[in-house]
């Protein structure tokens, strides 16, 4: 008799992109301080590139000591970039606790390095198909895009975190895909309206345009990450398992 397969139960719609809007919206608006605390100090190393670029500018400024400071900052944003990542997330899905931000930050520190190389993986994964035509490396993208979601929530360490989150997205890649260029393209046109300011500067205040890009960051960021996280729920509670036979 030949082997059967276990049946796969119909999973449960997604919410609207409106609806995970709203919903990221007012969780935005209830944390807002918190949650711009921990963004700030994921980009307080680009604030001072910003402050030791223009210093740079000026003639008697000593290039060698500001050129190794500006490199040794540019390291260090690495480093806050991924702990303010995984502190951010993590805050987010605790948010209906008291969770402070030092808690954050210190919660998931064993999945720092796990949460790195994963990244970097996917992301080299992802361009490598996207070397092949542009469509394979937007698939293979949407189908990775909640490995670091699936890791802080389920703590789910190395490359399985990937495959969770594949295992996610497989049968609904379309409903994803669709929310996630909602917040793509409302984070595009939001940073163009923001970078459009830059054309009133005059040329001597450019570097303001770099700072206006990092004060985006500073309050889009975190928005972004409450309704990507909100995405990754939805899908995890509404996943339907193989059923029994």
């Not at 806050?80 to 008291?98: C, D, E, F, M, P």
Request: glycine share 6%.
């Amino acid at each position: 008799m030949p082997e059967l397969t276990p049946p796969v139960a119909a999973s449960k719609p997604l919410p609207a992109p409106s609806d995970l809007l709203r919903a990221s919206w007012q969780l935005f608006r209830e944390h807002f301080s918190p949650l711009l605390k921990i963004t700030l100090v994921m980009v307080a190393p680009s604030l001072i590139n910003i402050g030791l670029a223009t210093l740079s500018d000026l003639p008697s400024a000593p290039q060698t000591l500001l050129g190794s400071l500006i490199f040794l900052f540019a390291l260090l944003s690495i480093v806050t970039g991924i702990w303010g990542s995984v502190a951010l997330i993590t805050y987010i899905k605790n948010n209906n606790r008291s969770l402070t931000i030092s808690d954050a930050f210190n919660q998931n520190v064993s999945l720092l390095w796990s949460f790195f190389w994963v990244g970097l993986v996917v992301g080299i994964i992802t361009m490598l198909a996207a070397l092949l035509l542009i469509i394979p490396g937007i698939i293979v993208g949407v189908y990775y895009s909640l490995y670091s979601y699936v890791m802080i929530d389920q703590q789910i360490k190395g490359f399985r975190a990937a495959a969770t989150s594949w295992a996610l997205i497989k049968g609904r890649w379309w409903a994803v895909f669709g929310r996630l260029l909602v917040i793509g393209l409302l984070g595009l046109v939001l940073y163009a309206m923001t970078i459009a300011l830059t054309w009133l500067l005059p040329s001597n205040l450019k570097q303001l345009a770099t700072l206006l890009s990092l004060i985006f960051n500073l309050f889009f960021s975190p928005f972004a990450v409450i309704y990507t996280y909100r995405l990754y729920a939805s899908l995890h509670d509404t996943h339907a398992p193989a059923a029994a036979v």
